[in-house]
């Protein structure tokens, strides 16, 4: 019998350095872990767009670095002409993904930073210093919230993710997977159900790799086999991540979240979210946000081969929907959120600590 890997160091998936930025190349995974280096934030336009890095935290701190590497490389000889040239990247990284609202919160806390600065220097180094300080927070918020939501697991609970919502979608140690980490980190014992979420395969390629990286057990299942596994009455939970949480508690994560709830309601597992605060959007309505269109090679093709007869049209829609009378609570850094969503979401909208 193989020997189980041994632990080793968190894995970092985006890391500033010496004025540029490292990614862990999340396309080339699990067969390699593979980092390239972004020199300006074209790169980082590229990378976003490509999924080389993805995951809604993951996107905002890339962005933020984008505009770091926008400043650090400008060769703008007033205050206002750098402005000009950080509005032209902030645009450009900005347009990279509609739906992930960490990528505009990232992108607008940098942004408001800069416009504090009096001179040339003092606007790159506060635009730098903004974007490390988002990565660093990441990493403690989500040891924070996997603290809080390590307490709703038990040795030897089983657990069903969905996508990827771990050190790899984030800027280390993960939302979702990071409760089932805090759980480990705490003495318990617990088993992940890993969905291969189609058709960019994140949780076959992404999430697998990254779990048995930390030496947690976790089985890989088909789309299609949640609503059979939880039928045997043996998950004790769902844990997913978020990409958009709304005011009124809904919940934008990958396609595929939406039935996986509506599955474990039948099925009465409860169902959580685990999200930091940059991921709420407080302001727009449901109708407004838009659900991002991928290629339809996506579906049709695996790789290069064509999977579908020709001439048949495909639908690729990213994200999908679960509404808030599915959720049994929203884990964050704060504490857990618990139904009615709109009004406990209130309460930290008005800097109130949450239950």
Same mark, same amino acid.
């Not at 390590?150 to 040795?155: H, I, N, R, S, V």
């Not at 050190?167 to 993960?174: F, K, P």
């Given at each position: 019998?193989?020997? @189980?890997?041994?632990? $080793?160091?968190?894995?970092? %998936?985006?890391?500033?350095? =010496?004025?540029?930025?490292?990614?862990?190349?999340? %396309?080339?995974?699990?067969?390699? #872990? /593979?980092?390239?280096?972004c020199k300006k934030h074209e790169d980082i336009v590229k990378a976003i767009r490509n999924m080389v890095v993805r995951g809604a935290p993951a996107i905002g701190i890339s962005a933020a670095f984008g505009l770091a590497?926008?400043?650090?490389?400008?060769? @703008?000889?007033?205050?206002?002409?750098?402005?000009?040239?950080?509005?032209?990247?902030?645009? =450009?990284?900005?347009?990279? $993904?509609?739906?992930?609202?960490?990528?505009?919160?990232?992108?607008? $806390? /940098?942004?408001?930073?800069?416009?504090t600065g009096t001179n040339l220097h003092e606007i790159k180094d506060r635009v730098i210093s903004e974007a490390k300080k988002i990565a660093q927070e990441d990493i403690q918020n989500n040891m924070a919230m996997g603290l809080n939501g390590?307490?709703? #697991? +038990?040795?030897g609970?089983?657990?069903?993710?969905?996508?990827?919502?771990?050190? #790899?979608?984030?800027?280390? +140690?993960?939302? @979702?997977?990071?409760? !089932?980490?805090?759980?480990?980190?705490?003495?318990?014992?617990?088993?992940v159900i890993a969905t291969e979420t189609r058709p960019v395969m994140q949780g076959s390629r992404l999430t697998t790799f990254e779990l048995r990286y930390d030496n947690i057990d976790v089985t890989l299942i088909p789309d299609?086999?949640?609503?059979?596994?939880?039928?045997?009455?043996? !998950?004790?939970? /769902?844990?997913?991540?978020?990409? $958009?949480?709304?005011r009124t508690g809904h919940v934008f994560n990958k396609i595929g979240t939406y039935q996986i709830a509506l599955m474990a309601n039948i099925h009465k597992v409860p169902f959580y979210v685990a999200a930091p605060l940059s991921s709420?959007?407080?302001?727009?309505?449901? =109708?407004?946000?838009p659900i991002e269109e991928r290629r339809a090679d996506e579906v049709l093709k695996i790789g290069k081969k064509r999977i579908a007869a020709r001439g048949?049209?495909?639908?690729?829609?990213?994200?999908?929907?679960?509404?808030?009378?599915?959720v049994t609570g929203i884990i964050t850094e704060k504490g857990i959120l618990?139904?009615?969503?709109?009004?406990?979401?209130?309460?930290?909208?008005?800097?109130?600590?949450l239950s």
């Open positions: 019998m193989a020997s @189980a890997p041994r632990k $080793r160091k968190m894995l970092q %998936t985006v890391i500033w350095k =010496e004025g540029s930025v490292t990614l862990v190349d999340q %396309t080339r995974l699990p067969a390699r #872990l /593979v980092y390239i280096r590497l926008a400043a650090s490389n400008s060769r @703008a000889k007033n205050p206002t002409n750098l402005m000009k040239e950080l509005d032209t990247a902030y645009w =450009e990284l900005r347009s990279t $993904r509609p739906t992930a609202i960490n990528l505009f919160w990232g992108l607008d $806390r /940098v942004m408001n930073k800069a416009k390590a307490k709703l #697991l +038990y040795d609970d089983v657990v069903i993710t969905h996508c990827n919502a771990g050190a #790899l979608a984030t800027s280390a +140690y993960g939302t @979702a997977l990071g409760v !089932i980490r805090a759980a480990k980190e705490a003495g318990k014992s617990v088993k299609t086999a949640v609503g059979h596994i939880m039928s045997k009455g043996e !998950i004790k939970c /769902v844990i997913v991540g978020a990409d $958009r949480i709304l709420f959007d407080l302001k727009s309505k449901l =109708e407004d946000v048949v049209a495909a639908l690729n829609p990213a994200f999908d929907v679960t509404p808030p009378e599915l618990t139904p009615p969503f709109e009004s406990s979401i209130e309460l930290f909208s008005g800097e109130q600590k």
